[in-house]
């Protein structure tokens, strides 16, 4: 007797038609305690997306993949590449506009933008997948040009001695940590609707922009201020975020083909936070290594280029009615100092694309693992001996390559655990003996009765299904929550950097403060790591 098209053997052939297992068996909600999901709708995936993967192309056709992809590395490059230039506005303000005023206090404007894009992203993230990304991209835009242009008028003329630390504070700090919250989870999760083969790389594509922004905001500002001033260089600054603010909008448009999780009420503390995340084991401890990372990361690029001019290789611009202590005389060739950190962030470049393109092959949270503790090797092995410019060059490629590996993979990661979640599940229910359910029950509404949660969320996707996406669909909120949890120690750990340079006097301190962190952030992404491997069976996910 021929099948119907809605023949669940035809669609899934992993799927259990013998009599003893024909109905549908799930556990109920008695069997699955603090399963409590909110009722939420999932848009239908359109016809075409019922394609086997094995049919589906490597990398996605047509122009809008492509424009979406750039229109989110534009994202990512106002977002935290604003982040990764601060050390360029920092050390100007320290050396005119507020000069001799603690290290602690610039580093804490710094520190106030990370936190605020990190301590919003489970909000972020939820709502993009609720399919709001077009909402957040516009006030996102809005609030980091409006935050830059501010600060031009925040520091009177903008001569020597003329900074006004709160307002600074307020603009860069806050109003444009404001808007970057709105792009950072955007950038990563609007381009992973397309690329579905190739989600690494595309997202470590859209890393990269962070990267790029960090190597042309420094010398554009440093360039600007020379020669139109502090105050015209701000709004030039903020007319070039608000132009490519304005192409990302209209570029980075999520695929209308995924699967969104739109609830019918945003009250329940459900719809923001998935406890299912914290039974997770390898999330929990990806999770807990993402607030060491951030604990530590953030300390070489804030104080990267104060260290070299104080070991005397690195120049910097000091105005002659400055109070700052000279610096001490030159030892061998010099650079100015700005270069350096545009050296870190252009190498980081390199670091975010070859670390995506092996996470696709062998797996994310495993290459993340080994560049965590790299970069952790080099920040208490090199740094502290890097006393001339040529080992310091050395530093800022080595570690800069590594450090674009270890901010970029984060989302990727997130996305491998998710993976290794699904693939458990699966396995677990056809162990079992219980059989998956059909396609078309399990990407409907979901209900608060114990059989529609059972399909969303413990069955979840399979592969060779329009499913597929089930557990992707929840990447946006995984990734958003594990970065607010992160949000605490991004905000405390460059201010404790920076008071640890001023308490000593010495950068001694921080080099091992950062590189202590980094080895704790890179034992946690290892027992993370097994864990994965133990859910999926697998050392290595070779593709």
Known sequence: MPQSPQDPEKVDPYYNRSAATSSLSLPSQEQTPGFITPVETCTPVPHEDEKRPESEPKWPRGWRPWSCLFGCFLLMFN?????????????????????????????????????VVLILSFVVGRLLDANHSRQLIGAGGFLVTLGMFTLSAANGEGDAGD??????????????????????????????????????????IVASGASIAGLIYPIVTRFLIEALGFNNAARVLAGIIGFTSLLSFLLAVPNPAHEWRKPDSWLRIGVW?????????????????????????????????????????????????????????????????????????????????????????????????????????????????????????????????????????????????LAATQRAERAASIAGGQPLPPISQATTTETSDSTSKAEAGIAGPRPHSKCKRNHQSKLGQWTGMMYTFAAVWAL??????????????KYLAVQMWSGGCLVCAGVCFGIGWLYCRRDSGKLFHKR
């Open 79 to 115: 977002s935290w590449g604003l982040v990764n230039a601060y050390g360029t506005f920092a050390a100007y303000y320290r050396e005119h506009l507020l000069p001799s005023s603690d290290l602690l206090l610039w580093n804490l404007v710094g520190s106030t933008e990370s936190f």
């Open 163 to 204: 900074g006004n630390y709160g307002l600074i504070w307020t603009t860069q700090g806050f109003v444009m940590g404001l808007g970057m919250a709105c792009f950072f989870v955007s950038s990563s999760q609007v381009a992973a609707t397309w690329f579905i083969k190739t989600k690494a790389t595309a997202i470590g």
């Open 273 to 417: 936070i998935d406890v299912h995340a914290f039974k997770n084991k390898a999330f929990c401890w990806f999770t807990v290594g993402m607030a060491f990372m951030f604990f530590g990361f953030y300390c070489v690029f804030f104080n990267l280029e104060e260290w070299a001019a104080n070991r005397g290789f690195g120049i910097k611009d000091i105005p002659t009615n400055s109070t700052t202590p000279p610096p001490p005389p030159p030892n061998g060739p010099t650079l100015e100092t700005f270069y350096l950190l545009a050296i870190l962030n252009a190498c980081s470049t390199i670091g975010r694309l070859s670390s995506a393109y092996l996470s696709d092959k062998f797996g994310a949270v495993l290459i993340h693992t080994i560049v965590t503790l790299a970069s952790a090797l080099f920040a208490l092995l090199l740094w502290p001996f890097a006393n001339t410019l040529a080992p310091a060059l050395a530093f800022c490629v080595i570690y800069g390559a590594l450090s674009g590996a270890v901010i970029g993979l984060p989302p990727a990661s997130v996305a491998h655990i």
């Open 492 to 505: 405390t750990g460059p201010v404790i950097g920076g008071h640890l340079v001023t308490e000593f006097n």
